[in-house]
């Protein structure tokens, strides 16, 4: 798989989209109430998700590089793996989500859009051709049952 921008890296530029969508398009700010609070509460689901997904590939011991998905030693199925195939991409989206929310500027949207799209085209498909050719039937049949992102 020839990746163009490491996922991390691509989290982080939407990142700054997100904020430099507030700063530059401060006119299109809003806010409501408790905010903060539902701010929080994706970027708290976000950082769980995430690392759910980080500690079950570790606990069968299979890589999370994401440079490298054609060393996977094991298809993770179990876990939050049975409602998302990308938690540790959903986990990010989430906490994009959450920044959105807190700095209430809808411009930060189109840092989501950019995350998700990006990381749909240059990442998850190139991953799951590489599973596909290691996993074979049983990755096509997990896929069936496992949507993408949500």
């Known amino acids: 798989m020839k990746l163009k921008i490491p996922p991390v890296i691509v989290f982080f530029l939407a990142l700054a989209m997100v904020f430099g969508g507030h700063y530059f398009f401060a006119v299109w700010s809003y806010q409501f109430p408790n905010q903060t609070f539902i701010s929080r509460i994706f970027l708290a689901s976000g950082v769980l998700v995430a690392f759910s997904g ?4 570790r606990m069968k011991g299979t ?10 030693t094991a298809l993770v199925s179990t876990g939050i793996y049975r409602y998302t195939r990308n938690p540790m991409y959903l986990g990010m989206a ?5 920044g959105i929310i807190r700095v209430g ?20 498909k190139p991953e799951e051709e590489a599973l596909l050719e290691i996993f ?5 049949s997990y896929c069936a049952k496992v949507r993408r992102w949500i």
């Open 94 to 98: 989430l906490v994009l989500l959450g």
């Open 54 to 57: 980080i500690i079950k590939f």
């Open 63 to 72: 890589t999370v590089d994401p440079l490298h998905p054609d060393k996977a």
């Open 136 to 140: 074979k039937e049983e990755y096509q």
């Open 105 to 124: 500027n809808v411009v930060g949207i189109s840092g989501l859009l950019f995350f998700v799209w990006y990381l749909t085209q240059f990442q998850v």
